[in-house]
């Protein structure tokens, strides 16, 4: 079925902000208002709103086209309107104003277990919460067995699910509407609940979708998951429509804007220091940048960075260090690294000095990482625990190569295996270990 | 044992895929099978399946534009969402006497206890009129549509707000949520008036062949029920006063319908007017067409009727015309 799945045009949606009622002068007047309130509040409401208002805009002008078989990501900072937009052409809420035209049978799927009631067991909830998605029962007779064994709840099947475990009944909830089966699919952020076998369930789920050709727009914060599934993207940012194009673009369009706003990048690093035993150097500034020199503190995966630590050095010092020591959230210091090991310095002279450390080749997984600084010399040390916390985001850039290992683990690996076939026969290639 | 590599799978799809099957990993902390392991086709592929089978489904085409003015009823999209409606009422009859002792007897036993209870105080000590009829008689057949009238009102002005969390997520026609809440206690009705026939050996009477009308009687309090109820269910989205205010408009309301009294009690010249409250009608046609009362009371019914249909009708728009806030203003 060629053609144009989904039509939007200058679609946009406003609320409406209550302002803050006028302040009373006087004793009298409040009491006054509160015999008048009730009805100017029953006058409101009639008039189709609260007090007089300030509109403000959650999406507008969006405009785009997908045709059918098209996986679309859509992505953006909280409150950018991505929630709002699956909201109108799920026909949740009204626009404001513009149109959308959509092709085909729609399944939204802003939460899952939607309509799920705590006293009906699961095989009732089942076919409730499959009837409120859209499907007929004779679609959920024909899939039951599929979504029971999916759900993996089997001796439960009978069991009202208030009994159940919060994960038994979110996998119950997924296994319904991943049976779904509309020509055109709207997801938002179901990934983002559950563990982690469930949310590659969804994924997995997700793909299959769109290799059966349905269309889907997917919104969701997790990137790694956009880049892997959708072949468009669409970044929204504070209600309007920023980027329509590969997802490359939106991704990297995207990471700008979260370089943005991230913590500041150059940190003033003066009287930071928590351990101190030497006046004689002092580290003053700290920043972090991108491989284009661009102050931030969030990083793609598999970029490199620099980090530049300025130091003021009020008298001459000997055999100067600084360090940098990157820990995770938890306490645990993942490496340090030391000037000293690739720039001995027998001698310094009063004044400033950059210490540049190029950030290359060493990958840390996506998450949150905490820095340490420090230096030390004959004269002395300084130590300056989490100065600065880096965020390595969950995705790469578009021009980078690198593929999110997601096997678990501290550190990264690409150490090579060999494999030996059968006894004593050596496969290509492969070595023993003699 | 060593196992020929060709006869695995990818050894990327058996760390990546194998334990996700199962659903309970959690030895995998990743959320996607890396793209190198990437399995052609994945049984996870084949649940969601490809389009219906069995024809092709007839193209849909939603357009979705802002609503002004005065909506009408879609009642081809009602039609089409009939089995959803049927789910609704199948859901609340399910949950209705789950975890209770007595089940459904509850339904015989509410209107009975209170039959009981309006015969001593109004029948004995305020010595109501009952048209001639012994009064735990003419009472339990009065109870028998106020109870249901009284549930189906409540339920159905609580519908929405009841529902709030599935109108916020996913989209159908929003009239199902009352419509809906007033169907359940037609059951409850039925099995009341079971004991119908019971009380009227016991007192004495045999029912006529009217009492084959008096579903039609139930219908005319439900579409009275249905229409304040849409109301009240529209209202209540914006202004949670509607909770507080049914309870006593429920018992304002039992006051001024002939439920604990005939209308006899009523000044002859206010009783062609008192129809105005469309539960008159429903009432007395009720108990004509139950307890064989004399002749059909033409009036009032016709009366009750025009205004319980300006009722539905006016709380179908109002219903329509606020519907398209109820996401936002949750």
């Not at chain 1, 994960?167 to 119950?172: A, E, I, K, Y």
Request: contains cysteine.
């Amino acid at each position: 079925m060629p053609g144009t799945a989904l039509q939007v045009e200058g679609l946009g949606k406003s609320y409406r902000i209550g302002a803050a009622a006028p302040t009373r002068r006087s004793l009298s007047e409040a009491l006054g208002d509160s015999f008048k309130a009730p009805l100017r509040r029953l006058r409101a409401g009639i008039g189709g709103g609260l007090t007089r208002a300030e509109p403000f805009w959650a999406l507008r002008d969006a405009t785009f086209a997908v045709s059918a078989g098209q996986v679309v990501g859509v992505i953006g900072r909280n409150g950018a309107g991505k929630t709002t937009l699956l909201r109108l052409l799920s026909r949740i809420t009204d626009p404001t104003e513009g149109q959308a035209r959509i092709n085909g049978r729609v399944a939204s799927l802003l939460e899952v277990g939607t309509g799920f009631h705590p006293e009906l067991t699961g095989r009732e909830n089942i076919f409730f919460n499959g009837a409120i998605l859209g499907m007929t029962r004779r679609e959920i007779q024909s899939k039951f067995d599929q979504i029971v064994a999916f759900a993996d709840i089997g001796p439960f099947l009978d069991t009202p699910i208030k009994r159940y475990s919060s994960g038994m009944q979110v996998r119950l909830a997924f296994a319904v509407a991943a049976h779904l089966e509309p020509e055109i699919l709207l997801v938002d952020e179901v990934l983002a609940v559950g563990d982690a076998g469930f949310q590659k369930k969804c994924l997995g789920k997700m793909q299959g979708a769109s290799r059966s050709g349905r269309t889907v727009l997917f919104v969701s914060h997790n990137l790694a998951a956009v880049q892997h599934l959708c072949s468009r993207c669409l970044l929204l940012d504070r209600g309007r429509l920023l980027v329509d194009g590969s997802v490359a673009a939106a991704v990297s369009a995207y990471l700008d804007l979260l370089r943005e706003e991230a913590p500041s990048a150059v940190v003033d690093c003066r009287g930071r220091a928590q351990k101190s035993t030497t006046d004689a150097a002092r580290i003053t500034r700290l920043k972090l940048c991108d491989a284009h020199g661009r102050p931030t503190t969030r990083i793609a995966f598999g970029a490199d960075f620099n980090a530049e630590v300025v130091l003021q050095v009020s008298r001459p010092v000997h055999d100067l260090s600084v360090g940098l020591g990157v820990n995770s959230l938890d306490g645990v210091r993942l490496f340090t690294s030391e000037s000293r090991a690739t720039q001995p310095l027998e001698r310094i002279e009063p004044g400033s000095a950059v210490f540049r450390l190029e950030w290359k080749e060493l990958v840390l997984r996506p998450g949150l990482y905490s820095l340490d600084l420090g230096h030390n010399s004959d004269a002395g040390s300084e130590f300056l625990p989490g100065v600065v916390q880096l965020e390595i985001l969950d995705a790469t850039d578009h021009n980078s190569r690198a593929v999110i290992d997601r096997r678990p683990g501290v550190v990264l690996n690409t150490m090579p295996w060999s494999v030996a076939l059968g006894p004593g026969t050596l496969h290509q290639g492969a070595q023993t270990c003699a | 044992m060593v196992v020929p590599i060709e006869d695995q799978e990818p050894i990327g799809a058996v760390l990546m895929d194998a334990p996700a099957e199962d659903g309970t990993s959690t030895q995998m902390d990743s959320a996607t099978p890396s793209l190198a392991t990437r399995p052609e086709t994945s049984p996870l592929a084949e649940a969601w399946g490809l389009p219906q089978k069995g024809g092709p489904a007839p193209q849909r085409l939603t357009h979705i534009r802002p609503r002004r003015g005065w909506a009408a009823i879609d009642a081809g999209e009602l039609w089409q969402h009939r089995e959803l409606l049927s789910f609704f009422v199948w859901r609340d009859l399910k949950v209705r006497y789950k975890q209770t002792l007595l089940g459904a007897t509850w339904a015989v036993l509410q209107p009975f206890a209170t039959m009981i209870v309006f015969t001593i105080f109004f029948g004995r000590l305020a010595g109501m009129p009952s048209d001639g009829v012994p009064y735990p008689l003419f009472s339990f057949t009065s109870l028998l549509v106020w109870t249901y009238f009284a549930g189906a009102l409540t339920q159905a002005s609580q519908s929405v707000v009841n529902n709030q969390a599935t109108v916020s997520k996913i989209y159908f026609p929003r009239l199902l949520l009352p419509v809906s809440a007033t169907l359940p206690g037609l059951l409850d009705l039925t099995i009341a008036f079971v004991m119908l026939p019971v009380m009227l050996l016991y007192f004495g009477r045999s029912p006529g062949w009217h009492i084959a009308l008096a579903p039609l009687f139930v219908l005319l309090a439900w579409s009275v029920a249905l229409g304040a109820g849409l109301w009240l269910a529209a209202i209540n989205v914006r202004f949670r006063d509607v909770r507080h205010l049914v309870p006593f408009l429920v018992q304002f309301w039992l006051f001024a319908s002939p439920v604990v009294f005939a209308v006899s009690l009523v000044p002859t010249r206010w009783q062609p007017l008192y129809a105005l409250n469309p539960l008159v009608g429903a009432l007395e046609g009720f108990r004509w067409s139950v307890l064989s009362t004399g002749t059909f009371p033409w009036s009032a019914v016709g009366l009750s009727l025009i205004v319980a249909a300006g009722l539905l009708t006016s709380g179908l728009y109002f219903f329509r015309h606020q519907e398209r806030v109820f996401a936002d203003v949750s």
